[in-house]
């Protein structure tokens, strides 16, 4: 017969100790972490799933700030993929015409740019693109 209080039956220090009830404090924080967490990880997948399919496709934002330094206008404009997929060697072209001068053209390329990325630069001009017709637009790029 077996004693509680028994020097033989107390358990010692490694013993693996008995699993304890949690309380329902517990039990609400439990779950509610675990919504939260499969909440973000089922966005992050859905996101992934509507985005990775769209190839890439892109918006150029042409800033009206110019600024001149050492008679060169700098026209500063602003990339995105607004698609889903990423674009290497992404050419950006811009043609500015005014009339009575010479038609100039510039070029930038991008690397890389992944989707909803945005990216900056500037067009150097030896004219004042504000008083012609200026045309900036993305002229090709690779699928990675």
């Known amino acids: 017969m077996d004693l509680p209080n028994h020097p033989d ?4 220090p490694n013993a693996p100790r008995s699993f304890t009830q949690r309380s329902a404090a517990e039990w609400v924080t439990f779950v509610a972490a675990s ?11 859905f ?8 190839p ?7 800033s009206e700030a110019v600024r ?7 026209v500063p404009f602003a990339i995105t993929n607004t ?3 990423i674009a290497r060697m992404v050419q950006v072209t811009a043609e500015l ?25 500037s067009f ?16 090709s790029y690779r699928l990675p």
């Open 9 to 12: 039956n107390s358990p010692s």
């Open 35 to 45: 919504l939260i967490l499969l909440g973000l990880v089922g966005l992050i997948f």
């Open 47 to 54: 996101d992934w799933q509507t985005n990775q399919n769209r």
């Open 56 to 62: 890439p496709a892109f918006s150029v934002a042409v």
């Open 68 to 74: 001149v330094t050492d008679g060169r206008y700098y």
């Open 83 to 85: 698609g889903g997929r």
């Open 97 to 121: 015409h005014i009339t009575g001068v010479d038609d100039e053209t510039g070029e930038q390329q991008i690397d890389f740019l992944s989707g909803h990325e945005t990216k900056a630069g």
């Open 124 to 139: 150097v001009f030896t004219h004042n693109p504000q008083g012609g017709d200026l045309m900036v637009r993305v002229a």
